[in-house]
Protein backbone atom coordinates (compact mmCIF):
# COMPACT_ATOMS: atom_id res chain seq x y z
CA UNK A 1 0.00 0.00 0.00
CA UNK A 2 2.54 2.26 1.16
CA UNK A 3 5.45 0.96 -1.58
CA UNK A 4 4.72 3.65 -4.22
CA UNK A 5 4.98 7.02 -1.84
CA UNK A 6 8.21 8.44 -2.09
CA UNK A 7 11.20 8.17 0.49
CA UNK A 8 11.30 11.87 0.86
CA UNK A 9 8.30 14.54 0.31
CA UNK A 10 9.22 17.10 -2.42
CA UNK A 11 8.69 20.70 -2.60
CA UNK A 12 5.41 20.56 -1.98
CA UNK A 13 5.29 19.03 1.32
CA UNK A 14 8.41 20.75 2.63
CA UNK A 15 6.76 24.17 2.67
CA UNK A 16 9.11 25.31 5.22
CA UNK A 17 12.08 24.25 3.12
CA UNK A 18 13.92 22.70 6.00
CA UNK A 19 16.84 21.22 4.14
CA UNK A 20 18.07 24.63 2.21
CA UNK A 21 17.35 26.77 5.73
CA UNK A 22 20.12 24.14 7.61
CA UNK A 23 22.45 24.42 4.69
CA UNK A 24 21.96 28.01 4.38
CA UNK A 25 24.56 29.03 7.15
CA UNK A 26 27.58 26.54 5.98
CA UNK A 27 26.83 26.26 2.31
CA UNK A 28 29.21 28.62 -0.08
CA UNK A 29 26.26 29.98 -1.70
CA UNK A 30 24.51 30.82 1.97
CA UNK A 31 25.15 33.93 3.86
CA UNK A 32 28.82 32.83 4.12
CA UNK A 33 29.27 34.44 0.84
CA UNK A 34 28.89 37.76 1.79
CA UNK A 35 32.36 37.57 3.34
CA UNK A 36 33.81 35.08 1.18
CA UNK A 37 32.83 36.49 -2.35
CA UNK A 38 33.82 40.69 -2.73
CA UNK A 39 31.66 42.88 -5.06
CA UNK A 40 28.69 40.61 -5.51
CA UNK A 41 26.75 42.38 -7.86
CA UNK A 42 22.88 44.12 -6.75
CA UNK A 43 21.22 41.89 -10.13
CA UNK A 44 22.68 38.42 -9.07
CA UNK A 45 20.12 35.57 -8.62
CA UNK A 46 22.33 35.10 -4.89
CA UNK A 47 19.92 38.02 -3.02
CA UNK A 48 16.61 36.35 -4.11
CA UNK A 49 16.99 33.67 -1.77
CA UNK A 50 17.13 36.14 1.12
CA UNK A 51 13.68 36.98 0.35
CA UNK A 52 12.24 33.35 -0.01
CA UNK A 53 13.73 31.14 2.42
CA UNK A 54 12.59 32.09 5.43
CA UNK A 55 8.96 31.59 7.25
CA UNK A 56 9.45 33.33 10.61
CA UNK A 57 11.60 36.00 12.58
CA UNK A 58 13.32 32.96 14.11
CA UNK A 59 14.81 31.55 11.13
CA UNK A 60 16.15 34.57 10.35
CA UNK A 61 17.55 35.43 13.56
CA UNK A 62 18.85 31.52 13.86
CA UNK A 63 20.33 31.21 10.42
CA UNK A 64 21.79 34.68 10.12
CA UNK A 65 24.14 35.56 12.70
CA UNK A 66 26.10 38.64 14.43
CA UNK A 67 29.40 36.86 13.70
CA UNK A 68 28.31 36.62 9.87
CA UNK A 69 27.50 39.71 9.82
CA UNK A 70 30.74 41.35 11.27
CA UNK A 71 32.71 39.32 8.94
CA UNK A 72 31.23 40.25 5.95
CA UNK A 73 31.61 44.06 7.47
CA UNK A 74 35.40 43.48 7.41
CA UNK A 75 36.23 41.12 4.55
CA UNK A 76 33.76 42.50 2.07
CA UNK A 77 31.81 45.24 3.53
CA UNK A 78 30.26 46.05 -0.25
CA UNK A 79 28.52 42.87 -0.28
CA UNK A 80 26.85 44.55 3.47
CA UNK A 81 26.04 47.58 1.61
CA UNK A 82 24.51 45.94 -1.67
CA UNK A 83 22.37 43.52 0.64
CA UNK A 84 20.97 46.50 2.33
CA UNK A 85 20.12 48.13 -0.43
CA UNK A 86 18.75 45.45 -2.55
CA UNK A 87 16.11 44.43 0.59
CA UNK A 88 15.41 48.65 1.30
CA UNK A 89 14.58 48.33 -2.69
CA UNK A 90 12.47 44.96 -3.06
CA UNK A 91 10.81 46.55 0.17
CA UNK A 92 9.81 49.84 -1.50
CA UNK A 93 8.60 47.57 -4.75
CA UNK A 94 6.27 45.75 -3.05
CA UNK A 95 4.42 47.86 -1.12
CA UNK A 96 3.46 49.57 -4.58
CA UNK A 97 2.98 45.82 -6.06
CA UNK A 98 -0.53 45.57 -6.71
CA UNK A 99 -0.76 42.12 -4.98
CA UNK A 100 0.82 42.86 -1.67
CA UNK A 101 -0.53 42.06 1.04
CA UNK A 102 -1.10 38.57 -0.04
CA UNK A 103 -5.24 37.32 0.74
CA UNK A 104 -4.59 35.47 3.94
CA UNK A 105 -6.09 32.07 4.03
CA UNK A 106 -9.41 31.73 6.80
CA UNK A 107 -9.15 28.54 9.56
CA UNK A 108 -11.97 27.39 7.56
CA UNK A 109 -10.16 26.93 4.34
CA UNK A 110 -6.71 25.85 5.67
CA UNK A 111 -7.14 22.44 3.67
CA UNK A 112 -7.99 23.77 0.62
CA UNK A 113 -5.18 26.02 0.72
CA UNK A 114 -2.91 23.26 1.56
CA UNK A 115 -3.91 21.29 -1.08
CA UNK A 116 -3.70 24.56 -3.37
CA UNK A 117 0.07 24.65 -2.27
CA UNK A 118 0.61 20.78 -3.51
CA UNK A 119 -0.73 21.16 -6.84
CA UNK A 120 0.57 24.59 -7.98
CA UNK A 121 4.29 23.24 -6.00
CA UNK A 122 4.72 26.61 -4.35
CA UNK A 123 4.74 28.17 -7.51
CA UNK A 124 2.39 31.48 -6.76
CA UNK A 125 4.44 34.47 -4.89
CA UNK A 126 3.19 35.57 -1.57
CA UNK A 127 4.34 38.86 -1.24
CA UNK A 128 3.12 39.06 2.52
CA UNK A 129 5.84 36.98 2.98
CA UNK A 130 8.16 38.52 1.12
CA UNK A 131 8.07 42.16 2.91
CA UNK A 132 8.08 40.46 6.25
CA UNK A 133 11.38 38.86 5.20
CA UNK A 134 12.73 42.13 3.74
CA UNK A 135 11.85 43.54 7.46
CA UNK A 136 13.50 41.01 9.52
CA UNK A 137 16.70 41.09 7.35
CA UNK A 138 16.71 44.70 8.16
CA UNK A 139 16.43 44.26 11.70
CA UNK A 140 19.18 41.53 12.19
CA UNK A 141 21.87 43.49 10.26
CA UNK A 142 21.32 46.92 11.07
CA UNK A 143 21.83 46.55 14.78
CA UNK A 144 25.46 45.20 13.66
CA UNK A 145 25.94 47.92 11.51
CA UNK A 146 24.89 50.81 14.15
CA UNK A 147 27.15 49.35 16.83
CA UNK A 148 30.04 51.94 15.73
CA UNK A 149 29.29 55.17 17.56
CA UNK A 150 29.87 58.45 16.80
CA UNK A 151 30.35 60.02 13.49
CA UNK A 152 32.99 57.55 12.61
CA UNK A 153 30.72 55.13 11.27
CA UNK A 154 31.62 55.91 7.94
CA UNK A 155 29.85 53.11 6.19
CA UNK A 156 26.10 54.49 8.16
CA UNK A 157 26.82 57.58 6.40
CA UNK A 158 27.90 56.35 3.28
CA UNK A 159 25.28 53.54 2.62
CA UNK A 160 22.02 55.32 4.74
CA UNK A 161 23.06 59.00 4.13
CA UNK A 162 24.51 59.98 1.04
CA UNK A 163 22.00 61.90 -1.32
CA UNK A 164 22.74 60.36 -5.34
CA UNK A 165 22.04 62.63 -7.83
CA UNK A 166 19.91 61.99 -11.28
CA UNK A 167 20.09 64.06 -14.78
CA UNK A 168 16.47 65.70 -15.56
CA UNK A 169 15.30 67.32 -18.16
CA UNK A 170 14.77 70.98 -17.11
CA UNK A 171 11.22 71.99 -18.47
CA UNK A 172 11.98 75.42 -17.42
CA UNK A 173 13.97 75.99 -19.94
CA UNK A 174 11.91 77.42 -22.50
CA UNK A 175 12.16 80.74 -24.75
CA UNK A 176 8.89 82.83 -23.85
CA UNK A 177 8.42 84.54 -27.33
CA UNK A 178 7.98 80.56 -28.62
CA UNK A 179 5.94 79.71 -25.81
CA UNK A 180 3.40 82.55 -26.37
CA UNK A 181 0.47 81.84 -28.49
CA UNK A 182 1.23 83.65 -32.09
CA UNK A 183 -1.72 86.16 -32.91
CA UNK A 184 -3.51 86.43 -36.00
CA UNK A 185 -1.87 88.56 -38.45
CA UNK A 186 -2.85 89.62 -42.05
CA UNK A 187 0.25 90.46 -44.60
CA UNK A 188 0.15 92.44 -47.59
CA UNK A 189 0.71 89.46 -50.28
CA UNK A 190 3.75 92.04 -51.64
CA UNK A 191 5.78 91.59 -48.59
CA UNK A 192 4.92 87.63 -48.12
CA UNK A 193 6.21 86.83 -51.60
CA UNK A 194 9.06 84.88 -51.89
CA UNK A 195 9.60 84.51 -47.88
CA UNK A 196 7.91 81.25 -47.83
CA UNK A 197 10.71 78.92 -48.16
CA UNK A 198 12.32 81.13 -45.40
CA UNK A 199 12.30 79.44 -41.93
CA UNK A 200 11.50 82.30 -39.35
CA UNK A 201 14.46 83.26 -37.67
CA UNK A 202 12.32 83.51 -34.24
CA UNK A 203 11.01 80.40 -34.31
CA UNK A 204 14.42 78.23 -33.65
CA UNK A 205 14.35 75.68 -31.41
CA UNK A 206 16.59 75.35 -28.55
CA UNK A 207 17.99 72.27 -27.02
CA UNK A 208 16.59 71.33 -24.17
CA UNK A 209 19.00 71.59 -21.10
CA UNK A 210 19.65 68.30 -18.26
CA UNK A 211 19.29 69.54 -14.93
CA UNK A 212 20.76 67.96 -11.82
CA UNK A 213 18.26 66.48 -9.51
CA UNK A 214 19.13 65.31 -5.73
CA UNK A 215 17.84 61.97 -5.14
CA UNK A 216 16.47 61.35 -0.96
CA UNK A 217 18.76 59.39 0.49
CA UNK A 218 18.34 55.26 1.54
CA UNK A 219 17.40 56.06 5.32
CA UNK A 220 14.90 58.48 4.47
CA UNK A 221 13.25 55.94 1.49
CA UNK A 222 13.51 53.43 4.74
CA UNK A 223 11.59 55.70 6.76
CA UNK A 224 8.80 56.34 4.25
CA UNK A 225 8.53 52.70 3.77
CA UNK A 226 7.84 51.45 7.19
CA UNK A 227 5.28 54.48 7.74
CA UNK A 228 3.40 53.45 4.69
CA UNK A 229 3.53 49.60 6.27
CA UNK A 230 1.90 51.04 9.63
CA UNK A 231 -0.97 51.95 7.53
CA UNK A 232 -0.94 49.56 4.76
CA UNK A 233 -4.96 48.36 4.44
CA UNK A 234 -4.55 44.54 4.90
CA UNK A 235 -1.16 44.69 6.49
CA UNK A 236 -1.61 46.56 9.31
CA UNK A 237 -5.02 47.98 8.97
CA UNK A 238 -8.36 46.06 8.20
CA UNK A 239 -9.14 45.93 4.62
CA UNK A 240 -12.36 46.86 5.33
CA UNK A 241 -11.01 51.31 5.41
CA UNK A 242 -9.34 50.43 2.29
CA UNK A 243 -11.36 53.03 -0.60
CA UNK A 244 -10.23 51.67 -3.99
CA UNK A 245 -7.26 50.47 -4.80
CA UNK A 246 -6.05 52.62 -2.31
CA UNK A 247 -4.47 50.51 0.24
CA UNK A 248 -2.28 52.93 2.19
CA UNK A 249 -4.70 55.38 4.44
CA UNK A 250 -3.28 57.24 7.03
CA UNK A 251 -5.88 56.74 9.58
CA UNK A 252 -4.68 57.99 13.36
CA UNK A 253 -7.85 56.06 15.12
CA UNK A 254 -10.14 53.88 14.09
CA UNK A 255 -13.29 52.65 15.79
CA UNK A 256 -14.88 48.90 14.65
CA UNK A 257 -18.32 48.77 15.49
Request: glycine share 4%.
Amino acid sequence: MFTKLPQRFTAPFGILGDEAKLAFPSQPGGVAKLATTRHIPENDSYWQQYFVLFDSASDVFSLITPHHIRRALLDAPENVATLIRVVSARLSTLITDHTFPSPTPSSASVTAFASSLINSGLSDRNTTKEVLNCLRILQRVLPVVFEVDGESNTFELEVFWKREETEVEDECNINPESSETPQFVIEDEDETDGEHDEPSPSKSTQPKQKQKQQLPPLGEKLFTSTIDLLFCCGFTLPTSIQVDHHKINYTIWYYSF
